[in-house]
Every structure is written in structure tokens, then in C-alpha cells.
């Protein structure tokens, strides 16, 4: 198993993705950017969680005991909320973040994904793993959104409560017939989602042949060269592009 990848903040911010990959496991965290005129309750920003988080999970998935992911996630959204302090864990605008996780497991492939991080598989045919709950909200005004987030019938991030785990994607598949794997932060899946310049299998194959540098440079310059930008989100997003040959 071969990871390869890149990540790229927006122009001029810190990064608030974030990778760590073993031999046999990725993880990939998107920290949500925190609302300028919203108190999160919290000392902390979504960078410091990301790190926080991954350094868990990589605690947890290089020891291999074999615990199920959202087993995983659960125990490490539970041990990041005790890294916390003072902070007031009940506050639904506490930093959160989404998770892509894959793992190989004895001749299994198993993959967890929670909120809109993307997971490409091509086994044969490209497959997209994707929870978009977070793009069907009837509402996205800042009091809609806090009160969809983690909450049933809304959309499940990882923040402070652990059973947001059990909200997520995951599923497995042989091994043997999968050839490679992609996992993208939504900033990186623009390409495809926002532009429309490809598809999943095209953006899979720019992966493999051009390496994820390359696709970080083409959604760059899609944003740059986006005139539309009022009402369709964030101009520029940090990106974070992965490809997994097996
Ligand atoms: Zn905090």
C-alpha cells in the first residue's frame, strides 16, 4: 500500500486539514473554518482539534488491535474532549471537523467517512463514498446550521460528542480487486463538485498520473479564475489530496 499525497492551505491561512497515514491505515481531518461572529465556547481553533484528533487516531490505528473505526473515532472525539480544559463542550459551535479514514485489514479494505470528505475506490469501476448530508440542509443560515449540527435528521461532524461516530459511512470491501483509492477534502474535490471539470474517475486518474500536487494546482487556478464567487461559499479552500495505490 502506497500513500501519496499533498496538502495546501487557502492562500494566506494555516491549514486546517490535516493527514497522518501508517502502513495499512490514512486518516484525513477538515477542520470546519469557525464563524467570525459565533462564540464556540472553546480556547481552541479547528487546527489545534485536527491535531489533536489525528494524533489519537494514529495512537489508536498503529496499534492494531483490530477495534472497528467508528469504534476508533468515538474513543478518540472522547479522549480530545478531555484535552480541552475549561471549555464548554456543551456549545454546538465547538470546533468539529469531518473524517476520512481507510484501512487495510487482514484481505479487507474497510473505510469510514463522516461529513464531506470524500473516498474513491476503484475496483474496476470508480465508486464514491460520500456523505452529503451537510449539502442538503434546508437551511444555511448560522442558527440553522448550529442547530442541524449533530443533531438527527441533520449532519453528524466530529467535535465533542463521541456517538457522532456511529453517524458515519463505513463499510469494507476484498482487497484484492481494488486497485487504488483516493481520499480528498472537500477543497480538493472542487475540480469535480464546484467546477465541473471532470468527473470522480477523471479526477482519480489526474491523481495517479499527475500526482496530487497537480490537482491542487488546477482547483487553485479554477478558483482564481472564478468570477462567481458571491453566494457559492468560500473562494479559496485548503486542500488536501490522496492517493493510496495497492
Ligand atoms: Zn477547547
Redesign the pocket.
Known sequence: MQVIYASEPTPGRPNEDYLVAGPGWVVLLDGATAHPDVD?????DPG??VRRLGGVLAGRLAAEDGAPLDDLLADAIRAVGG???E?D?GNPD??SATVAMLRRRGGRLEWLVLADSPVLLDDGEVRVIQDDRVARLPSYTVEAVRAARNSPGGFWVASTRPEAAYEALTGDAPLGGVRRAAVLSDGAARLVERFGLTGWDGLLDLLDRAGPREVIRRTRAAEAGDAEVNGRGKRFDDATAVLVRF
Open positions: 464556540p465556547g472553546c480556547a481552541h489545534w482539534l484535552m480541552h480544559g471549555c463542550l465547538s470546533p
